[in-house]
């Protein structure tokens, strides 16, 4: 079944660097736009980043931009967040989310299949 | 940071019907497509609304969306115990060059 599942979440310090992935499967990754949502511990939910998808556009949202890097893997159908100089506003539930139409740049269309999230959190 | 108004707390008894405002801006609820979402504690977000008003297969009829201008909406009839949850409406903000998310609404059924 369609399916994302994230990983590389834990404690970090701050100003440190943290790396998290989301493996795609039960569909063509490749044809996807994916994007990066998160949500800090009782907070609403935030956008982070969204990826075409071949990867020729990325969009990340100003309060992490010059910060957090968004990449995808077209060959082994795996979506990244590189996240640099966290500060403790980054502790957060990371998910990711499936853009629903394919070939799409990835703006508008919203997120029809989500991840279970992978918890960052940043330490002072 | 949520430029998407949404009231903090709706609430209604069983068989009841709520709605869910959510307010924008021209750049984004006036120029493009709403979404809506719930969300469980602990859980991720699942899509009620598709393009402003589209229930995706599975979401019972009870869920509808609509949009005016730069605002929209999410109701819900025949309020249930189970529709108790957060929820939230996304939108693409062309000034912003990003998605901008509601703050969100906590749906209690009395």
């Known amino acids: 079944q369609v399916q994302l599942v994230e990983s590389g979440g834990g404690v970090v310090h701050s100003g440190r660097s943290l790396r998290v992935s989301c493996a795609a499967s039960?569909?063509?990754?490749?044809?996807?736009?994916m994007n990066w949502v998160r949500q800090a511990p009782g907070k609403g939910l935030e956008w982070v980043a969204v990826?075409?998808?071949?990867?020729?556009?990325?969009y990340i949202a100003d309060s992490v931009k010059g910060r957090f890097i968004i990449s995808r893997d077209n060959y082994k159908d795996i979506l990244y967040l590189q996240m640099n100089s966290l500060t403790i506003e980054d502790t957060a539930v990371y998910y990711c989310?499936?853009?629903?139409?394919?070939?799409?740049?990835?703006?508008?269309?919203?997120?029809?299949?989500w991840g279970q999230g992978t918890m960052v959190t940043v330490s002072s | 940071q949520s430029v998407l108004i949404q009231p903090p707390s709706v609430s209604g008894t069983p068989g009841q019907r709520v709605t869910i405002s959510c307010s924008g801006s021209?750049?984004?609820?006036?120029?493009?497509?709403v979404y809506w979402y719930q969300q469980f504690p602990g859980t991720a977000p699942k899509l009620l609304v598709d393009?402003?008003?589209q229930r995706p297969s599975g979401v019972p009829d009870r869920f509808s969306g609509s949009k005016s201008g730069s605002s929209a909406s999410l109701a819900i009839s025949g309020l249930r115990s189970e529709d108790e949850a957060e929820y939230y409406c996304?939108?693409?903000?062309?000034?912003?060059?990003?998605?901008?998310f509601g703050t969100g609404a906590k749906v209690t059924v009395l």
């Open positions: 393009g402003n008003t």
């Open positions: 990826i075409s998808y071949d990867g020729s556009n990325q």
């Open positions: 021209n750049s984004n609820i006036g120029s493009n497509y």
């Open positions: 989310a499936r853009d629903p139409l394919s070939y799409s740049s990835g703006r508008g269309d919203g997120f029809d299949i």
């Open positions: 039960g569909f063509m990754f490749s044809r996807y736009a």
């Open positions: 996304v939108a693409w903000d062309d000034s912003l060059s990003g998605y901008v």
